[in-house]
């Protein structure tokens, strides 16, 4: 079975805080994707990778920033977190050679900023 | 013209019957339109897919009819069931190798027994 883990599920943090979320995946993908979800505003992407090192922005980076060291692992960043940055985050992956275009999501980190 | 409107933002639909969601695009590069299916608590999960060069393709209850002169395209649930609550997001894929999609809005669909 394929699989991506998030490792926070949920997340309280204070305005100003650094905060990390953790994506692993375990399928040996190139490519690998931050989405921040909203009511009403859907799936938006914030970082997407396609490489180890590499990293481009979506439509939504102001305030993010991601890290990819390894083929396996990529992090999200809130260098100072603010309310408005109180959303579910959905991680995703995907293969280059697969064709398709199929997204595997994990199970998303609800992250709320007081 | 990275956009895809869908809709409806929410759907209440009677057991057994038929649920309909619409998307619209404007950028005719896209190459690939999926539908994703999300349950509460879960990552959105590849339900059903369609490229441009099909006007429908059925897996089971689940149909997408696609115009491309209308640069729309949208999602059938025939004999709907409450198992299919859910949201629904249609996509659209912008080409290249890094399979980036484009997603709607979704669409809340509560299917009442």
């Known amino acids: 079975d394929v699989k991506v883990t998030q490792s926070s599920r949920y997340l309280v943090k204070r305005t100003g805080e650094k905060v990390f979320l953790e994506c692993v995946q375990d399928?040996?993908?190139?490519?690998m994707f931050w989405y921040r979800q909203d009511p009403g505003l859907g799936l938006r992407l914030i970082y997407f990778?396609?490489?180890?090192?590499?990293?481009e922005k979506g439509d939504i980076p102001e305030g993010y920033s991601v890290s990819r060291e390894k083929k396996e692992r990529f992090s999200l960043i809130l260098e100072s977190a603010s309310t408005n940055q109180t959303s579910m985050y959905l991680c995703?992956?995907?293969?280059?050679?697969?064709?398709?275009?199929?997204?595997?999501f994990g199970e998303g980190s609800r992250l709320t900023v007081l | 013209q990275q956009q895809v409107k869908q809709s409806p933002q929410s759907l209440i639909v009677q057991k057994g019957g038929i649920s309909i969601i619409n998307c619209a695009y404007e950028?005719?590069?896209?190459?690939?339109f999926p539908w994703y299916q999300q349950f509460p608590g879960k990552g959105p999960a590849l339900l059903i897919a369609?490229?441009?060069?099909?006007s429908e393709k059925k897996e089971g209850r689940f149909t997408i009819s696609f115009n491309k002169s209308a640069k729309q395209f949208s999602l059938h649930i025939m004999d709907s069931q409450p198992g299919d609550s859910a949201t629904y997001f249609c996509?659209?894929?912008?080409?290249?190798?890094?399979?980036?999609?484009?997603f709607g809005t979704g669409t809340l669909l509560a299917v009442q027994p």
């Open positions: 995703a992956s995907s293969g280059s050679k697969q064709g398709g275009g199929e997204l595997f």
């Open positions: 399928m040996d993908h190139e490519n």
């Open positions: 369609i490229r441009p060069d099909v």
């Open positions: 990778s396609y490489d180890v090192k590499m990293k």
């Open positions: 950028n005719t590069a896209f190459d690939y």
């Open positions: 996509a659209a894929r912008g080409g290249g190798a890094t399979n980036k999609l484009i």
